[in-house]
Every structure is written in structure tokens, then in C-alpha cells.
């Protein structure tokens, strides 16, 4: 399995399945305008920042082939899907669907395709570059020459478009150039206070038969330099050892897993009912983090971390065969609830975490409604008693 498509197998993945009906949508105002951009114009906006391909949006993802085809698509004058694009001010956009249509124009345009097996690796320059550098774009090791790849079926002639570049396309070069691509712009007007009309839109949107999870959409919409903190806090070697996964999910499930943790540990004062408002509120919140902020949650996750040398892949399985996100949260608040309150606590036992995953009052606030409130803070309050015992009768 390549590393753009590493899948978090090892993780009980229903544990972080919202509810339906778990809560109430509110009603919004949003202005939508739809704007008709050729391709010359989205490349030049992609390369002069206006246009911004969020870094923790999940990896490009198609193959050759399905990308020739949207170049096939836009020479011919044929349609192609519509991109949705959040205005945050004044020529400033941030793709939330389409990301993948855009970023195969822009790299036809440049004559190169990137590997397959470097594209986990092309994200990481991105986060930290804000963009593909020249220089990246002409490394061989990250990047092939765009030739299109347009098989023709048995009996079919051979389509003229197959193999070509984008400096090879003669007189088609022009009618890809000027070929237009609709692109609705939206805009949250009210509530002022959130841009959580946003989530609920692009949570219903359908990319190329490919939905949005909740977490891909967070990162796009709430990222700041709290969610560039959290993708360091991701590959932190203890934290991959627990998931039993070395690579990052190509979905986010495992910085999803991070995020609850850290929303929860702030407390569970507002919750009401649904994890994913939950969560969406926290990072909302999270992009007024100043550095010292950042750098206190980053260095409480370490903290914790440290705590878990002893424990490895099969610690937080909570007696099944995959990683359980639900005891995991718990026992994170738990232990910092703990040293809060001035209690030494050096180490987290394995047989600490298999004692309260197994433990009846536990359990019972973790099946079906794992997020309703009271189960939800039922679980916290069951696990903190617990490992507060734990580590008094060890002490």
C-alpha cells in the first residue's frame, strides 16, 4: 500500500461515526456567485496565492488516466464538474471541493505529474513551502513528464490526444488555455460568528464519488497554525506505534482521533450531544491560538506520550482487535485532569488501560450513543475515577 493510500485498518473507524439526528442544523444566510475562470486565469491565481490549495486537504489522488481525461474534457469543450471556493477576503479563496480537478490543470500546465508513491511527501513541501517550488516540480524523484494517457478500446482509432503535453498540443493549446472552468464562490454572511454553514455544505458535497469526511473538511475550513501543530503532533513515533499504523491516514481519522482528544481535554462544558459541532467549535476557536497556546497543548500531548513508553499497538484495543479512539480520549483527559490536580503521574501501566476498557462502568457508556452527553460524560468521569485509583494503589 502506498503512503498516499495508507488506511487506518488497525482503528475501530465506527467509534468516530456521529449519530443520526445528533443535532440540530441551524438556518443560514450564504451568498453564492458563480464565476466563469479559464484555465490561464485559476493557474495564475494558484501560483500568486489567491487561489489556495489547502496543505491538509488529503493527498492528490488520481491516477494518470483519470486526469487525462479532464484534459480530454476541457479541449473538447465538453463539461466538467463546477469548483466551490471559500471566500476569506479579498482575493482570497480557499478550494474546499474541487481540488483535484484544479491541481491536474495546474500540473498539466506544468508538464509534470507527480509519483504516486511521493505524494504523502509532495504534502509535507506544501505545508511548509505554501506551495510546489520550481525546483520540486523539476525533481524526477517527485514529479514525471504530463503526457496524456488516452487508450483507445479494440477496433477504436487511437485517440490524437494520447501522449501529447502540454507544449505539444499545437493549435489545441490555445482552446485549453482559454477553456473556462465554473467556479461558485460562497460566503457565510450570517451567523457572523462561525463558519459553520460551510462544514454543512461541503459535508453533502460529492467529490468524484468521494464524500468528505468531517475531518478533511475541518482542516480546510479551520486551518491555522494550531492545525499546522497537529500534523507534527501526528507523527509523533509513540502516537504511530499506538495506532499500529506508521504512515498518517490518508483520510485524517488519526488526526480526527487527536482533535477529540484535545477539544475534550479543554472540557465538556458546551457539549451538546454532537462531537462533530463539538470539534468544529473547538477549531474555530483554535485559529485565535497564539504560539504559546499551541506550544502548551503540543507539549501536554508529548507529555502524554511519554507517559505511554511501555504501551504499544495493542494497549488501547479495550479487549477487541483494533484501536479504540473512545478509551483513548478518555485516558488522555483523564491523566491531565490528574496532574492538574497535582497528582504525580510518570507513567500510564498497559494493564492500567486494559483495567478500564474492560471495567463494566466503562463500557457501558461506550456502545450505541457513544456521543450523547451523558454517555459521553459518564466515560470521562468513569475513566478519571479509575486511573486515579490505579495510581493511588500503585503509589
Same mark, same amino acid.
Given at each position: 500500500? %502506498?503512503?498516499?493510500?495508507? !488506511?487506518?485498518?488497525?482503528?475501530?473507524?465506527?467509534?468516530?461515526?456521529?449519530?443520526?439526528?445528533?443535532?440540530?442544523?441551524?438556518?443560514?444566510?450564504?451568498?453564492?456567485?458563480?464565476?466563469?475562470?479559464?484555465?490561464?486565469?485559476?493557474?495564475?491565481?494558484?501560483? #500568486?496565492?489567491?487561489?489556495?490549495?489547502?496543505?491538509? #486537504? *488529503?493527498?492528490?489522488?488520481?491516477?494518470?488516466?483519470?486526469?487525462?481525461?479532464? &484534459?480530454?474534457?476541457?479541449?473538447?469543450?465538453?463539461?466538467?464538474?463546477?469548483?466551490?471556493?471559500?471566500?476569506?477576503?479579498?482575493?482570497?479563496?480557499?478550494?474546499?471541493?474541487?481540488?483535484?480537478?484544479?491541481?491536474?490543470?495546474?500540473?498539466?500546465?506544468?508538464?509534470?505529474?507527480?509519483?504516486?508513491?511521493?505524494?504523502?511527501?509532495?504534502?509535507?513541501?506544501?505545508?511548509?513551502?505554501?506551495?510546489?517550488?520550481?525546483? &520540486?516540480? !523539476?525533481?524526477?524523484?517527485?514529479?514525471?513528464?504530463?503526457?496524456?494517457?488516452?487508450?483507445? =478500446?479494440?477496433? #477504436?482509432?487511437?485517440?490524437?490526444?494520447?501522449?501529447? +503535453?502540454?507544449?505539444?498540443?499545437?493549435?489545441?493549446?490555445?482552446?485549453?488555455?482559454?477553456?473556462?472552468?465554473?467556479?461558485?464562490?460562497?460566503?457565510?454572511?450570517?451567523?457572523?460568528?462561525?463558519?459553520?454553514?460551510?462544514?454543512?455544505?461541503?459535508? $453533502?458535497?460529492?467529490?468524484?464519488?468521494?464524500?468528505?469526511?468531517?475531518?478533511?473538511?475541518?482542516?480546510?475550513?479551520?486551518?491555522?497554525?494550531?492545525? !499546522?501543530?497537529?500534523?507534527?503532533?501526528?507523527?509523533?513515533? /509513540?502516537?504511530?506505534?499506538?495506532?499500529?499504523?506508521?504512515?498518517?491516514?490518508?483520510?485524517?481519522?488519526?488526526?480526527?482521533?487527536?482533535? $477529540?482528544?484535545?477539544?475534550?481535554?479543554?472540557?465538556?462544558?458546551?457539549?451538546? =450531544?454532537?462531537?462533530?459541532?463539538?470539534?468544529?467549535?473547538?477549531?474555530? +476557536?483554535? /485559529?485565535?491560538?497564539?504560539? +504559546?497556546?499551541?506550544?502548551?497543548?503540543?507539549?501536554?500531548?508529548?507529555?502524554?506520550?511519554?507517559?505511554?513508553?511501555?504501551?504499544?499497538?495493542?494497549?488501547?484495543?479495550?479487549?477487541?482487535?483494533?484501536?479504540?479512539?473512545?478509551?483513548?480520549?478518555?485516558?488522555?483527559?483523564?491523566?491531565?485532569?490528574? *496532574? !492538574?490536580?497535582? @497528582?504525580?503521574?510518570?507513567?500510564?501501566?498497559?494493564?492500567?488501560?486494559?483495567?478500564?476498557?474492560?471495567?463494566?462502568?466503562?463500557? $457501558?457508556? +461506550? @456502545?450505541?450513543?457513544?456521543?450523547?452527553?451523558?454517555?459521553?460524560?459518564?466515560?470521562?468521569?468513569?475513566?478519571?475515577?479509575?486511573? %486515579?485509583?490505579?495510581?493511588?494503589?500503585?503509589?
Amino acid at each position: 500500500m %502506498s503512503e498516499q493510500e495508507t !488506511d487506518l485498518t488497525n482503528v475501530d473507524l465506527g467509534e468516530l461515526e456521529e449519530e443520526e439526528g445528533s443535532g440540530q442544523i441551524d438556518e443560514y444566510s450564504i451568498v453564492a456567485s458563480p464565476n466563469d475562470f479559464n484555465t490561464l486565469t485559476m493557474n495564475s491565481f494558484i501560483e #500568486q496565492g489567491a487561489i489556495k490549495i489547502p496543505p491538509f #486537504q *488529503r493527498n492528490y489522488v488520481w491516477d494518470r488516466r483519470r486526469a487525462s481525461r479532464l &484534459i480530454e474534457s476541457l479541449i473538447l469543450g465538453l463539461p466538467v464538474p463546477q469548483v466551490f471556493l471559500y471566500e476569506e477576503g479579498e482575493n482570497d479563496f480557499l478550494v474546499i471541493d474541487g481540488q483535484q480537478r484544479l491541481m491536474t490543470v495546474f500540473f498539466f500546465a506544468k508538464e509534470r505529474f507527480p509519483r504516486k508513491e511521493k505524494r504523502s511527501i509532495l504534502r509535507q513541501f506544501f505545508n511548509s513551502e505554501g506551495g510546489i517550488s520550481p525546483d &520540486i516540480l !523539476d525533481n524526477d524523484e517527485y514529479f514525471e513528464t504530463f503526457k496524456l494517457s488516452l487508450p483507445s =478500446g479494440p477496433g #477504436q482509432k487511437a485517440n490524437k490526444f494520447s501522449g501529447l +503535453t502540454y507544449s505539444t498540443l499545437g493549435q489545441y493549446k490555445r482552446r485549453f488555455d482559454l477553456r473556462t472552468i465554473r467556479n461558485i464562490i460562497v460566503k457565510q454572511v450570517s451567523p457572523n460568528n462561525d463558519d459553520s454553514s460551510m462544514f454543512e455544505m461541503f459535508n $453533502r458535497l460529492n467529490t468524484g464519488g468521494v464524500n468528505l469526511n468531517p475531518q478533511e473538511i475541518r482542516a480546510s475550513l479551520y486551518h491555522s497554525k494550531f492545525f !499546522d501543530a497537529l500534523f507534527h503532533l501526528n507523527q509523533e513515533p /509513540k502516537w504511530r506505534e499506538l495506532l499500529g499504523s506508521p504512515d498518517p491516514d490518508s483520510r485524517m481519522k488519526d488526526i480526527e482521533v487527536i482533535l $477529540r482528544s484535545l477539544a475534550l481535554r479543554e472540557g465538556t462544558e458546551k457539549y451538546a =450531544g454532537s462531537m462533530t459541532a463539538f470539534v468544529n467549535r473547538f477549531c474555530k +476557536t483554535s /485559529k485565535s491560538f497564539g504560539e +504559546t497556546k499551541v506550544a502548551d497543548i503540543s507539549s501536554e500531548w508529548e507529555w502524554f506520550m511519554g507517559l505511554n513508553s511501555a504501551c504499544t499497538r495493542t494497549t488501547y484495543q479495550a479487549g477487541s482487535a483494533r484501536f479504540s479512539p473512545l478509551l483513548f480520549e478518555a485516558i488522555y483527559v483523564a491523566a491531565l485532569a490528574l *496532574r !492538574d490536580n497535582g @497528582h504525580s503521574l510518570t507513567v500510564i501501566k498497559p494493564q492500567w488501560v486494559e483495567r478500564i476498557g474492560k471495567t463494566k462502568n466503562f463500557t $457501558r457508556w +461506550t @456502545h450505541e450513543g457513544s456521543t450523547k452527553t451523558l454517555n459521553l460524560t459518564e466515560r470521562l468521569k468513569e475513566a478519571r475515577t479509575l486511573l %486515579s485509583e490505579l495510581v493511588g494503589s500503585d503509589s
